[in-house]
Structures are given as structure tokens and as C-alpha cells.
């Protein structure tokens, strides 16, 4: 809500119809830019009479489909990732789009609770699951409290190894203001 009426730059990764976009228009009355991204090819079908929407189809990760996106904005008030749900791709478009994200701005991971089955990459005690990859940043939050030599960045290091994302600034992580 308190994005409402300000001139906001929203991307979403994963519009399956592309409802929520018009839905977004809507709602954001002010809104600069609006970015859909979807790996469906019959998202390129897609048309609407806002000038506002924009749709890219692709896999948001891809590094020639995350310059398009980002042709369109390259900052973002507000980034939902309703894509896949797959641990991979959540961790991936985090550490592609969280440093496209404007200071006090939000970042949205939809349907977490698939971290949690085997088929998305996940379980309650796998330690690349999303929800694990979200978890770290409460420690991250508490970074001053550790009373151990480490970088905020290390408690990440694994994971972006494991799915190939280039590590995260520390000062970048610094900004993370709260997990919810």
C-alpha cells in the first residue's frame, strides 16, 4: 500500500496469463514501468492497452533475457519472483535482481512452501533450498552478533556455488533491512 501512488517500477518473473500485470496497472495508478517476464512462448501474444506493461518471455536468469528486462528499467521498486519455484531459480533470480532493487525497496519470493518437496529442489534439511537460501539472511540481519570472524557473504558462498550466481556484495547484503 504504501507504494500506491508513487511512480513505482515493478518486475514480475512468472505472469503465466498475464492477468496480474493488468491487475498491477490498475492498482499502481502511478506506476512507471511495469516488467512481466515468462518462460511460455504464448506470453509473447500477450497485449495490453497500457503502455506501462511491458513482457519479456524467457528464463528470467538468462543473461540476454535479464538485459531485455532491464531495457525497460534498470531499477525496480518492487520485484516478485512467481516463476518456477525451484530452489535454483528463487536463489538465481535473487542474486540477479535483489542488486536491481532500489534502497528500502521489496522483494517478493512467492510460494516458498515448494521448498519444501523433494521435486522443487528442496526439504525441511536441504541446504540449498529456497527457504534455507531466506533463512541465512536472519543471520545476516544479525551479522554484529555473531562474535566470529566471517563476512556476511560467506554464509552464502556455498549456495551460490551450487547454483552458479555470482557472489552478493557485502555492502549490498548490508542494506537487507528485514525477512519476513
Known amino acids: ?3 500506491r501512488k508513487k511512480p513505482v517500477r515493478l518486475l514480475e518473473i512468472g505472469i503465466q496469463n498475464g ?3 493488468e491487475i498491477w496497472s490498475k492498482y499502481f495508478k502511478h506506476a512507471k514501468s511495469l516488467v512481466g517476464c515468462d518462460i511460455n512462448p504464448g506470453c509473447a ?4 492497452n497500457d503502455t506501462r506493461i511491458h513482457v519479456v518471455v524467457g528464463d528470467a536468469n538468462a543473461s540476454d533475457i535479464s538485459q531485455q528486462i532491464f531495457k525497460h528499467s534498470a531499477k525496480f521498486d518492487i520485484i516478485i519472483d512467481d516463476g518456477s519455484h525451484r530452489s535454483s531459480d528463487i536463489v538465481k ?3 540477479l535482481y535483489f542488486p536491481k532493487l532500489v534502497d528500502g525497496g521489496l522483494f517478493i519470493a512467492e510460494d516458498l512452501h ?3 518437496w523433494e521435486e522443487f529442489e528442496g526439504g525441511l534439511f536441504d541446504p540449498y533450498a529456497s527457504m534455507t537460501f531466506f533463512k541465512h539472511f536472519a543471520d545476516i540481519i544479525n551479522h554484529e552478533h555473531w562474535g566470529i570472524e566471517k563476512s556476511r557473504a560467506d554464509i552464502l558462498r556455498g549456495m551460490f ?3 552458479g550466481c555470482e557472489a552478493m556484495d557485502v555492502e549490498l547484503l548490508a542494506q537487507v533491512h528485514s525477512v519476513e
Open 1 to 3: 500500500r504504501d507504494y
Open 19 to 21: 492477468g496480474s500485470l
Open 45 to 48: 501474444n500477450l497485449r495490453y
Open 93 to 95: 533470480s535473487f542474486a
Open 114 to 116: 515448494c521448498s519444501y
Open 161 to 163: 556455488a551450487k547454483y
